[in-house]
């Protein structure tokens, strides 16, 4: 026998009153000594003074040793768990340390990094909303040159309308050659070869050296009414005042019939200065000829632009309207001409482009005994650039600025759920960032229902917003689960657009 059960065996137990049976049951457990029981068991035996009340503590001595052992497993796993998120942490600061596993970077100068980059991008929202109120020098001189245009056409068309066609012959001396240098640039210049400027220079040929051309007279009246009145509607021109393209483009195609409707129904003394008008108009014979000179300028255009320079617009170095419309497959002509056999399209091209300027005279005939018609003419013309025009505003100009918006929002967003694991807390962040005048951090701000579901609104205190924090954006970045729509929808006159942008403003 070792020298524990020894020890052990030497211990008598003596039977309690209350329980006789617990004493040989006692017995079989001094003789044996085990393990899980010994400890917790064995102090009651050892101490002859308690012995009486080892049987009443028999119970409480397994739920002790129950709950240790529960509470020391609880405690090792906690201790695991620990280590656990130890780890990971001591991973993610090498992550911190070394995001491309080639040098540390500190994540200061990240954050510095950010906050420069947020800075210019609000800093370019703003001077894009700037421009957007016509703020840049070369679009408020546009706006004005619009506006006072029309103001002064009309003043001149009501008090003294033998000074129309000299303010026409001005300003077209002053916008082809502009219009050819912008054009340039682009290598859009081709494009000065079509039907509306060969019409414009066929105008001031009339105006100022054959006064006198009947032949000049009826095919450029035609012509002014027609092609170039039907483009307006066809090509989408739009009067928008701060785009002098726009602005050049619309001129071109709606101030000639103006002019020639001047000169036929409200010039005074007309047949002096214009003999050719006191001559008769014959419907058929003025057709004739204005196709004739439509022959003439496609003979001119085809031998220019589609044989001698035939390479350069084959190879896309030049674009051409008929290289545009062959290419638009959401058109009407671009999808016709998509079914024609390459080497039969521009034939069919220039004979369907003259079967259209015929059919758009047609209605000019009517027009010519008519003062009242002629000028119900010129304003739903006139009216359908104002419609695109409110269109390009509303539509194309607002969203622009939403999908910039847009665009930032999703930037700023990603950039914050990549930065903030990294510094462990998004006050390094909003210490570094910029700040409002009032103390506020920009990618703290909070929105109300109202801001959130405006996110952008135009007022008209907007003229001093030069600082990012009197910036008109509102971004919201702390929801950053939910639709990156949300807060950019843009209320221009108290209402959102709802309308779909054409594809060709796209």
Not at 194 to 220: E, G, H, M, Q, T
Not at 444 to 468: K, L, P
Request: hydrophobic share 40%.
């Amino acid at each position: 026998m070792s020298a524990d059960n020894q020890a052990g065996a030497t211990v008598a137990t003596p039977p309690s009153p209350e329980r006789p049976g617990m004493q040989s049951r006692a017995s079989s457990y001094t003789g044996l000594n085990l393990g899980f029981f010994s400890t917790p068991y064995q102090k009651f035996i050892k101490e002859s003074d308690m012995s009486e009340w080892a049987g009443d503590f028999t119970l409480l001595d397994t739920l002790e040793t129950y709950f240790d052992s529960r509470m020391d497993l609880l405690e090792r796993r906690l201790k695991k768990q620990g280590e656990i998120l130890k780890y990971r942490a001591n991973e993610q600061l090498a992550r911190i340390k070394t995001p491309a596993g080639d040098r540390a970077k500190d994540i200061e100068a990240e954050v510095k990094k950010f906050k420069l980059k947020v800075s210019k991008r609000m800093t370019s929202l703003t001077t894009a909303w700037q421009s957007a109120k016509v703020i840049r020098t070369r679009e408020k001189v546009s706006f004005f040159v619009g506006v006072m245009s029309i103001l002064l056409t009309t003043i001149v068309w009501c008090l003294a309308p033998e000074w129309l066609h000299i303010i026409y012959t001005v300003q077209t001396i002053y916008f082809l050659p502009t219009r050819w240098y912008a054009f340039k640039k682009k290598a859009w210049h081709y494009f000065l070869f079509d039907l509306c400027y060969y019409v414009n220079v066929l105008c001031l040929l009339y105006i100022w050296v054959f006064p006198k051309s009947s032949f000049l007279w009826r095919a450029c009246y035609l012509l002014t009414h027609g092609s170039l009145a039907s483009a307006v509607i066809t090509w989408r021109n739009s009067l928008v005042f701060h785009d002098s393209e726009k602005v050049v483009s619309l001129y071109i195609h709606i101030y000639p019939p103006l002019v020639f409707t001047v000169i036929r129904h409200f010039y005074p003394d007309n047949l002096v200065r214009f003999p050719a008008v006191a001559k008769p108009f014959h419907p058929y014979t003025s057709l004739a000829l204005s196709a004739v000179m439509y022959i003439i300028w496609q003979g001119l255009y085809w031998k220019i632009i589609l044989v001698d320079r035939k390479s350069k617009v084959e190879s896309g170095e030049r674009t051409t309207s008929f290289g545009w419309l062959l290419h638009d497959k959401r058109g009407v002509i671009g999808r016709m001409l998509q079914n024609i056999p390459p080497q039969y399209r521009i034939l069919s091209f220039m004979t369907g482009q003259l079967v259209y300027t015929i059919i758009t005279e047609i209605p000019a005939l009517f027009l010519y005994d008519s003062s009242m018609a002629s000028c119900v003419f010129l304003l739903a013309i006139f009216g359908v650039s104002v419609w695109n025009g409110a269109g390009y505003y509303i539509e194309v100009f607002g969203r622009k600025f939403e999908r910039e918006l847009e665009a930032l929002r999703k930037e700023l967003a990603e950039t914050r759920m990549a930065i903030t694991p990294n510094s462990g807390s998004a006050n390094g962040i909003n210490e570094m960032m910029p700040q409002t005048p009032n103390g506020d951090h920009i990618l703290d701000r909070h929105f109300d229902g109202d801001a959130m579901s405006s996110g952008v609104s135009v007022s008209s205190d907007m003229d001093g917003a030069s600082e990012i924090g009197n910036s008109p954006f509102m971004i919201p970045v702390h929801p950053v689960d939910k639709d990156l729509k949300e807060g950019f929808q843009l209320d221009v006159a108290s209402g959102t657009p709802d309308g779909v942008e054409s594809q060709k403003d796209k």
